[in-house]
């Protein structure tokens, strides 16, 4: 999942958490008979993916697919199935664009962590991906990743690393409670915590 090159921009002041405002908004439609890598994450603040639709010729649900990259080294996320569309909602100093595509790959960092997260905490568990989201600065990769256990509890976790690769190793944040947890990490303060009182934050620290 072509090699892209993320730019150096600055932090916003208000701070940059997993709750985007819209200030303005854009939307834009592509469609394609081949796949296509979607190329804008280099100079964003931030990304949501999530899949819609209906599975062409099928009863299956859309929802986000993972891709692990093998020996290219990169990991994609993709819609599960023909007849889905990728929602991109993706916000550059204040301004959020929601693009629309058919046939999309997104290059995401963390996968494979992801998919290891899952099968020590939730080992032969199905589950569904939703939402996928990527906040950057200058200093941090920021991915959350929302999920769906099968039984309408949705969870998520949050993976952190450094965004210039000079450390290799990844904090994964998992906030479990009554309360329906959900982690925050605010790219002002590189700090991490969690959405209500009643939670429990794990924190674990694995190599890339």
């Known amino acids: 999942m ?17 709750v985007f405002s819209c200030q303005k908004e854009n939307i834009k439609n592509s469609k394609s008979n081949t796949h296509e890598v979607f190329q ?14 209906n599975c062409s010729g099928s009863s299956g649900t859309c929802s986000i697919m993972g891709q692990l990259g093998g020996g290219s080294g990169h990991n994609y996320v993709t819609c599960s199935c023909s007849g889905c569309t990728m929602k991109v909602t993706s916000t550059k100093n204040g301004v959020t664009t929601v693009t ?13 962590l992801f998919q290891t997260y899952m099968a020590d905490n939730y080992p032969g568990q199905t589950y569904t991906l939703l939402k996928y989201n990527f906040t950057t600065d200058s200093e941090e ?10 039984n309408g509890q949705i969870e998520t976790v949050v993976l952190v690393g450094d965004a210039n690769g000079l450390i290799d190793k990844v904090k994964v944040y998992d906030c479990t409670g009554s309360c329906g947890c959900r982690e925050v990490y605010d790219l002002n303060t590189n700090k991490a915590s969690c959405s209500c009182n009643d939670c429990q934050m794990k924190v ?5």
Do not use: P, R
């Not at 100079?43 to 993916?49: A, G, L, Q």
């Open 2 to 18: 072509k090699k892209i090159v993320f730019e150096s921009f600055l932090i916003l002041s208000v701070s940059v958490l997993f």
């Open 40 to 53: 804008e994450k280099q100079s964003i603040n931030s990304v949501e993916i999530e899949c819609n639709g």
């Open 100 to 112: 629309n595509l058919i046939e999309a790959q997104f290059e995401v960092y963390y996968l494979d």
């Open 141 to 150: 990769y920021v991915e959350m990743y929302s999920f769906d256990l099968g």
């Open 204 to 208: 674990t620290t694995v190599k890339k």
